[in-house]
């Protein structure tokens, strides 16, 4: 099944569309979302080259907990193989296609073990969201973001997303603000597998 939000179907109300055969256009099985300029659909095997590609940057790396860098062939197979393995309508993680159905990004749920032991989780699963740098900027991330709260409001029987970001992260704050995210005052020290020691992570919360 395909969900087309308001902006690409051009009227109000998300409504679900049957995929040919039970494939999406980019022949992958399983639901999917269309947005105006995306097209959020399951990972597969074919992914694990552009995934590589989009993990790669440093810069994208260690703005994550995570991701290593350097991000190998192997890290993005596995990457690739969790996500298949884990992704469901109540934690889905999609690739992020753009037009030309180039992957440019990954966003999903996923319960972490990130602060855990605060309690923060106890509200919903946690968000994530990576776009390679040059897609950066244009918007995508905000229109993946409202892409997959609006799939989570239908099928995922979520009250509240949760998010966070690293303090030194303020396109990830821009973002998330964007999208409706709004700060709980929570602060934790978190580590990034790309970079030395813990770092400050702000907390947000989107109720659906």
Do not use: W
């Not at 999609?94 to 037009?99: A, E, K, L, P, V």
């Not at 999903?108 to 509200?123: C, I």
């Not at 704050?173 to 400050?200: D, N, V, W």
């Amino acid at each position: 099944m395909i969900v087309r939000t308001p902006e690409a179907q051009g009227f109000i109300g998300s409504h679900l569309r049957p995929s040919p055969a039970g494939l999406s256009r980019t022949g992958h099985s399983g639901n999917a979302v269309q947005t105006k300029r995306l097209y959020l659909s399951p990972l597969c095997l074919d992914d694990v080259d552009d995934v590589m590609a989009v993990f790669a940057h440093r810069t994208v790396a260690r703005m994550t907990h995570a991701i290593a860098h350097p991000f190998t062939a192997a890290d993005a197979r596995a990457f690739v193989e969790k996500a298949r393995q884990n992704s469901s309508p109540r934690m889905p993680v999609f690739g992020i296609r753009d037009n030309d159905e180039n992957l440019i990004g990954v966003v999903g749920l996923e319960r972490t073990p990130t602060a855990e032991k605060s309690g923060l989780h106890q509200f919903g699963p946690s968000v994530g969201i990576c776009l390679a740098p040059e897609y950066q900027g244009q918007g995508y991330g905000v229109e993946a973001l409202e892409g997959l709260i609006g799939y989570a409001e239908r099928f995922g029987g979520h009250r509240v997303l949760h998010a966070a970001h690293f303090a030194d992260n303020d396109a990830s704050a821009r973002m998330l603000a964007r999208a409706g995210f709004l700060y709980t005052g929570r602060r934790t020290p978190e580590t990034s597998r790309a970079r030395q020691g813990t770092h400050e992570a702000l907390h947000m919360i989107r109720l659906l």
